[in-house]
């Protein structure tokens, strides 16, 4: 084993055109909202399935598979287009703030299906993200300890 003192070199200059990045984690960025909604679940459910029929899954325009949202004025207006047909459907709605997106017409049906019944949040991100949450406080349940029950007399039947 070496006894030699070990010096650390110096940091090197990145090459013209490459920027040098920690390794280490950057802190992760707020999000903007661009659009927020509360609506019924179940009310925003019957509009899409029914605008989701019209849309075509196999199109040579992928557009045409998506739905069309636009949040004002206090409902959600749902459009869907095939070319041949358009069908344009409106589910009340807070608006939190206003705003259009597109989103693939199946994919929303199903997610839909699989959130509870009631009010639920929707927010569209900058970040090309969105975000489908219940409107539902957390269920908070009682437990009791099994030591703290208090036990029952034994019955006659058992004595025997």
Same mark, same amino acid.
């Given at each position: 084993?070496?006894?030699?003192?070990?010096?650390?070199?110096?940091?090197?200059? $990145?090459?013209?055109?490459?920027?040098? !990045?920690?390794?280490?984690?950057?802190?992760?960025?707020?999000?903007?909202?661009?659009?927020?909604?509360?609506?019924?679940?179940?009310?925003?459910?019957?509009? !899409?399935?029914?605008?989701?029929?019209?849309?075509?899954?196999?199109?040579?325009?992928?557009?045409?598979?998506?739905?069309?949202?636009?949040?004002?004025?206090?409902?959600?207006?749902?459009?869907?287009?095939?070319?041949?047909?358009?069908?344009?459907?409106?589910?009340?709605?807070?608006?939190?703030?206003?705003?259009?997106?597109?989103?693939?017409?199946?994919?929303?049906?199903?997610?839909?299906?699989?959130?509870?019944?009631?009010?639920?949040?929707?927010?569209?991100?900058?970040?090309?993200?969105?975000?489908?949450?219940?409107?539902?406080?957390?269920?908070?349940?009682?437990?009791?300890?099994?030591? $703290?029950?208090?036990?029952?007399?034994?019955? $006659?039947?058992?004595?025997?």
């Amino acid at each position: 084993m070496s006894t030699a003192a070990v010096t650390p070199t110096p940091p090197q200059a $990145a090459p013209p055109g490459l920027t040098l !990045v920690s390794a280490a984690p950057a802190a992760k960025a707020k999000s903007a909202v661009l659009m927020e909604v509360v609506v019924n679940r179940d009310a925003l459910l019957a509009e !899409v399935a029914a605008a989701q029929g019209i849309t075509s899954s196999r199109t040579t325009i992928p557009i045409l598979s998506n739905l069309l949202i636009e949040a004002q004025d206090g409902f959600l207006k749902i459009s869907a287009s095939n070319i041949e047909q358009t069908l344009t459907t409106k589910a009340p709605a807070t608006v939190k703030k206003a705003g259009v997106a597109t989103v693939p017409a199946r994919k929303l049906y199903d997610y839909l299906k699989l959130l509870p019944a009631g009010d639920i949040s929707i927010k569209l991100l900058d970040n090309d993200g969105s975000e489908f949450r219940p409107v539902v406080p957390t269920p908070r349940w009682s437990a009791w300890h099994g030591t $703290a029950t208090p036990r029952s007399p034994p019955s $006659a039947a058992c004595r025997r």
